[in-house]
């Protein structure tokens, strides 16, 4: 399948015009791609049967603790690509691993768990090559608009179909723009991560620097090839103004700029689980700990607001942890990074699979709140319901500014 954006699917003619980017930056983002632009310098060595992760090329980057833009649990998706005929645009953003079954076969061809496009070819015998500059690409849309912070792009199981390079664009377009859109001659791409080379069957890591609030991107693959999956890691930077318009907000959701800056455990799930929006809809999707087993200890998470508000009720769900959710909890908050905490809600025992609500008198002002889990155990959701102050209102509206937005 492909998109109507003006392309010739047909005979899958070179595709070379691509909407306007500001010139390439001087020095390349952080990766651990190969520096080297020799044609298989980056290829993993062909299936030979067993575990298919057994030499995949994993990679460690400081960036992934952060909240990822594109998961489509806060509203990403893959809204066009310019090709797709050997696998999906979407599966890019699934949130499972890659997975690859060495037997199965469709009517195009191998069937591949990522976002796959047919081999480019040139314009005739005598120059059977695409050109320098021709490669395929899809748009994304981010979830929670923000600053990016870093880029994974992950070639699972693509051994040799990979693309030699990748190259990734942003944007910033408020609303719901459709690719047409996006592609108008009017809208500014900037080049985030230029042309790069990258491995196959690998975790390819990029660092951005750039600071810009960004509610797009554009992947390429130079000049075709397979990705797996993708990840935008980043800060989001909500819009102060759809704020004031809603009033009460959820002062800690993700979508809304809150995030969660440490936590005693993060074996089975990450933290950032528990502000997602929706509920719950499986075991693995909040915060589970470990077992705990020293007495005298507890687990627990901080988070920070999205700036400082005014609490009027929290909501604690435990929405699909029957046997290990937390036995008692209990929610301290503090204003400013170095304040002192004070009880939000004292210890108090929770029930499995339940959602429970709690009233706060007096709206106490914070700006982060850390919730204790005694002993251990799981939360699903978090929601810290309030309004923002005049000072977190115009921080907030700062940050906003600053971001270039």
């Known amino acids: 399948m492909t998109s109507d954006l003006n392309e010739t699917p047909a005979e899958h003619a070179p595709h070379t015009d691509a909407p306007h980017t500001d010139a390439p930056h001087t020095d390349a983002p952080h990766t651990d791609a190969p520096h080297t632009d020799a044609p298989h310098a980056g290829d993993a060595a062909p299936y030979g049967g ?12 400081p960036f992934t603790g952060l909240v990822d833009l594109a998961d489509r649990r806060l509203g990403a998706g893959v809204i066009a690509a310019n090709d797709e005929f050997f696998a999906e645009r979407e599966n890019l953003l699934n949130r499972e691993r890659a997975v690859f079954d060495p037997e199965r076969f469709g009517h195009k061809g191998k069937i591949m768990d990522g976002w796959e496009t047919r081999r480019r070819r040139g314009t005739d015998a ?7 500059g021709d490669h395929d690409w899809a748009l994304v849309r981010l979830g929670a608009p923000g600053i990016i912070r870093g880029i994974v ?3 699972a199981h693509f051994r040799g179909n990979y693309p030699q390079r990748v190259s ?4 910033s377009v408020e609303g719901s723009p ?3 859109e996006l592609l108008a001659d009017d809208v500014k791409w900037e080049e985030i991560v230029p042309p790069t080379p990258v491995r196959g069957h690998a975790a390819n890591g990029f660092e951005i620097t750039d600071g810009r609030r960004r509610t797009h991107i554009r992947l390429c693959q130079h000049p075709d090839g397979g990705v797996a999956r993708l990840r935008v890691h980043g800060e989001v930077v909500p819009d102060p103004a759809w704020l004031a318009a809603l009033g009460t907000v959820d002062l800690i959701a993700v979508l809304n700029g809150g995030a969660y800056e440490d936590a005693s455990d993060r074996f089975y799930s990450s933290p950032t689980q528990i502000i997602l929006p929706g509920t719950s809809r499986r075991m693995d999707d909040g915060w589970e700990n470990r ?14 607001l999205a700036a400082q508000g005014a609490v009027r009720a929290v909501e604690i769900d435990t929405a699909c942890l029957k046997g290990n959710a937390a036995g008692w909890i209990a ?30 008198p007096g709206r106490p002002v914070v700006t982060h709140v850390r919730l204790d889990a005694f002993p251990d155990g799981g939360v699903a959701r978090m929601r ?9 209102a115009a921080e907030l509206a700062a940050r906003y500014d600053e971001s270039g937005a």
């Open 384 to 392: 810290l319901h309030g309004t923002l102050t005049d000072r977190g």
């Open 50 to 61: 067993g575990d298919p992760y057994a030499d995949y090329r994993a990679g460690e980057f």
């Open 178 to 180: 459709g690719p047409s």
């Open 331 to 360: 929610l301290q908050g503090r204003d400013g990074g170095t304040g002192e905490w004070f009880d939000l809600i004292p210890r108090t025992a929770l029930r499995p699979d339940t959602l429970h609500r709690f009233p706060l």
């Open 291 to 304: 077992r705990r087993r020293v007495r005298g200890t507890n687990d627990w998470v901080r988070f920070r």
């Open 126 to 132: 005598a120059h059977p090559f695409p050109a320098p």
């Open 153 to 155: 792009v992950d070639t």
């Open 168 to 171: 990734v664009q942003a944007t």
